[in-house]
């Protein structure tokens, strides 16, 4: 098959008006006037991401996901992707499968298919997205925003996906519980209904991908300040609770593990109780878990006796 | 080294003021009022479109240079790219003369790194760049507007890259002749000075990366219409004439290869001289090779006895 019936067949059906069908090398995105364009990139590798015998449509939906959870993270309305794939084989059902995946959440999220390019590799598939949104002008939620006082919150709940991948690759065996974990591994929701309370409430903030304590760490360092987290606070889910009894390791990869697609953000005191209630009108639960302090050293997570607690491997890190 | 380390390190000092010095997880961009933002993209992977043992400022400059070529047939001007990064090791001589590459193009063409993803693969390198151009509202050069009666011209010459990549692979070997055929596949002049002639004159354009044969093919039925080409008018260079001598193969390969980054562009005859002397006047050489007609056959390639030619390999194809 060329890369021209690929195209046709598999992805031009995707595309948006804006994507010209696919039939020019190039396409259009605009921002209305008032809007600021916010563009993110977050690209998934097999074996690395996601396991190349994941369903192929859990695989698309993931790689649209990880980037639209960026855009809820910035207030971010989505606007629209641009798809850089590299395959290693050329499979109509493989294909037919993504290219529904695709469809289910660019129709789910009003997420057109822009453009893209498609490649041959020698390796493993491999998936890069770029990704549009709009805000109003001026007002990305940034990740260096957090401010000495503000409130630290999460949303949903932290660590399912990094216990569902230690359930995927066997290292646990946690029957119905760990079924719910590596569901939410495969097919992480972002959580588009708070960007409006993050674009009017918020200082900062970001989507939690590397793990709570890296990806924390990280926003308090790039805003010059530091926190007081109480991890009796970190919302756990069910599941998660019922895996790890009182395994002190499966709670430090929980909070450590990557994959959350949670929103992590920084909301000054005096607008904490509307963050609070928009996010539950849009039915996102949210959870205050610590604060913002002023200094540069690093963050401190408390246990329930309010003792410092460090993490050997604070983050999911890719090198 | 930690992901974190390596954007700092390498990628942070290459950001413009809108990439935000990469301490965000998401970037601005935005055309100015009456301008529209194009978007393109091309991913490279190592051992499909570079060698892995090219210099790595040679393959970040490919990289970028694939990208702007594209965003010079649409007539846009450079605005700025995101940068998905699949890297199999993190050695800091590669890394650091991979930045290099990329800072040298960064300023030579006004084209501010904004964004991106650096990720592990256990494959080959990978490199998917997407890239952003302004054009005046409404005005992007499209690759479907070729009308019956448009002259088609190709800028500088063809067939170089091809012929350098058999060289380079030792399939050819042609002394100093072969040298500029390797320089360049190695290093495309992507036809930024051409694009205010493009955006005034041209109906259809696009840079010619997978073959003139087999692109020149696709801009046609894109269209909706055909074309004639005389084969003797596609313009060579003293290096590929040298090599290719009268051996019709290496014609073949020379006008059906990839890599050229030339561009193709469909110009209505009160308009080519406009054209010209606008080409003249930038210093990119532009060569008027057939011209387009009404119907959807495939495009009739003509000797210099004005019989049709057929190619077993009209393009370089991915699949």
Redesign the interface.
Known sequence: ??????IARFFAPLAGAEG?GL?????????PPGH??????????A???FFENDPADTIAAKALRVNLS??A??G?KPRGF???L?LNK?DDAWLQAFARGLKGDIDAFAFPL???????????L?I?V?AF?LVPEGR?V???GARAGDLLYVSGTIGDAALGLLERQGAISAGQAGAHLVARYLHPEPRMGLAPALLNHAHAA??ISDGLIGDLT?MMR?SGVTAEVRLVDVPLSPAATAVMGGDEALFARAVSGGDDYEILASIAPEEAQAFERIAEAVGVSVTQIGHVLAGTSPPRFLDGNRQAVSFVSG?F???
Chains 1, 2 share one sequence.
Request: proline share 5%.
């Open positions: 098959m060329s890369e021209d019936d690929l010209l039939l020019d090398d190039a396409a259009l995105v605009s921002a600021d364009l916010v563009i993110t990139c977050d690209a998934l590798v074996g690395v991401h960026d855009l993270a910035k971010a641009v798809l850089a590299a050329s822009l453009g893209g390019d498609t490649v041959k590799t020698p390796g493993p491999m890069s770029t949104g990305m940034p990740r260096t970001m989507d990280k790039v983050s890190s890719h090198f």
